[in-house]
């Protein structure tokens, strides 16, 4: 079966220029619109394409952590070789710039079984190479999960100080990797930090923990490291985690807080408040404390989950915030989801493509004449107009975009993510 729509790169042309005209009519400049769509990065997750489970040389089984990614296509990545492969082919369908980040646990010691606390730049060599071959930069995230130290659901506000120093170590570990990543790039890298700490059930003291928080990052986040400013550090908190229902230490009152309070960015992650929540709204709560924030696109479905990104409404909404409160150069997008109940490379080239429509969507939003209706006070006019956006040709536009990244447009990306699938992934067994 051929997915491709059949469109000349002519036919594409002339339904893009039609499309033009009728968005110059409401004074919206297409060409800016491409222009600009196509250079914000948005950093590809490695966690996807192996089913979060890192390629740390260790010598026991390990729990904890509150993730977990069902299904089981065949296929996934099963070597950080292999793992390069899959997000190199994502990203040769994908318009636009993109990043890869990386969890620690995806580290590369050989036969060495290096401990977390332990890891230093060396040990991330190979993805640096890989990234300025391709011209890929990079982000990273501490790994405060799937260890040892991490089962009985708590690592950075942990009541055993021991434990705690542990995972301290590992934080300002990953910082130095991030910042050896900043520099090999010549650009920041983003060091993103999530804790699954939590109770499943009815804690008795939940202050204690957030103090023990505090200072543990406190003593993370000490200039007396060294760490230079190329090492971006946020802060993501969560709803709950699975094992962790009841209580998240940092949630995300508690790191909106800290962050502002540290001068660190805070992450907003969609698929980590309640799915009636609009994290959209967040955005103008946020930006006038927060020099910047770094958003992770992804979709709640009933529970405080991850799925795979579509063009919805939810993520419609999130960049048309960003658009309008003049803050793309304020933020960082990245994608957070793991879903292997489906081709893993599919979920990449969906999930990216949808957050990267959404931001041209927004950037093709008569954001200026809606703010002039509203000053007026022509209130039915400026809904109309936004109510007419939803129906403006903005299929056209994105195919340009496409046309102009030299990637599939339409649907024929999914012929080619089959062959991948027949020639690369089934031999994987």
Not at 155 to 162: E, I
Not at 197 to 226: N, Y
Request: hydrophobic share 40%.
């Amino acid at each position: 079966m051929s997915y491709d729509a059949s469109l000349t790169d002519i036919q594409i042309e002339d339904a893009y220029q039609a499309a033009k005209g009728r968005y110059a009519v409401i004074g919206v400049d297409t060409e800016a619109a491409l222009e600009r769509a196509a250079t914000l990065p948005i950093s590809l997750h490695c966690w996807q394409g192996d089913d979060v489970g890192g390629f740390e040389t260790k010598d026991e089984a390990v729990e904890g952590g509150g993730i977990m990614a069902t299904g089981n296509f065949p296929g996934k990545a099963r070597t950080a070789d292999e793992l390069r492969q899959d997000i190199k082919q994502a990203i040769d369908l994908l318009p636009g710039t993109q990043r890869a980040n990386l969890h620690a646990f995806y580290c590369e010691t050989g036969d060495d079984v290096v401990d977390r606390d332990a890891l230093e730049p060396k040990h991330f060599d190979r993805w640096m190479a890989w990234g300025q071959e391709h011209g890929i930069g990079l982000d990273f995230n501490p790994t405060y999960f799937a260890h040892p130290k991490a089962n009985d659901g708590y690592t950075l506000a942990h009541p055993d100080k021991a434990i705690r120093d542990f995972w301290i170590q590992h934080a300002v570990a990953s910082r130095r990797v991030a910042e050896a990543m900043a520099d090999a790039q010549a650009g920041d890298c983003v060091n993103n930090h999530w804790a699954p700490d939590g109770a499943k059930d009815h804690p008795s003291d939940r202050l204690g923990a957030r103090q023990r928080l505090i200072e543990s990052l406190d003593t993370v986040f000490d200039a007396s490291h060294g760490i230079g400013p190329g090492c971006v550090d946020a802060l993501e908190g969560k709803l709950f985690g699975l094992g962790v229902e009841d209580y998240t230490v940092g949630s995300n009152d508690f790191y909106a807080n800290y962050a502002l309070s540290r001068d660190k960015v805070l992450c907003l992650d969609m698929g980590h408040f309640h799915p009636t929540e609009s994290v959209a709204d967040k955005i103008a709560a946020h930006l006038p404390f927060h020099k910047k924030l770094l958003i992770h696109t992804s979709r709640p479905i009933r529970w405080d989950s991850d799925h795979v990104v579509l063009f919805s409404d939810d993520v419609r909404n999130l960049f048309l915030e960003i658009v309008r409160s003049n803050a793309l150069d304020r933020v960082y997008v990245g994608l957070d989801f793991f879903d292997a109940s489906i081709n893993r490379i599919g979920a990449y080239v969906i999930g990216t493509r949808a957050t990267r429509k959404a931001l041209l969507f927004a950037l093709l939003d008569p954001t200026a004449r809606l703010c002039e209706l509203e000053q007026e006070g022509k209130l039915a006019q400026k809904l109309g107009l936004m109510e007419d956006m939803k129906t403006m040709p903005f299929g056209p536009v994105w195919d340009m975009l496409c046309l102009q990244s030299d990637v599939p447009t339409g649907a024929s990306w999914i012929g080619e993510i089959e062959t991948y699938e027949r020639e690369v992934l089934a031999s994987r067994g």
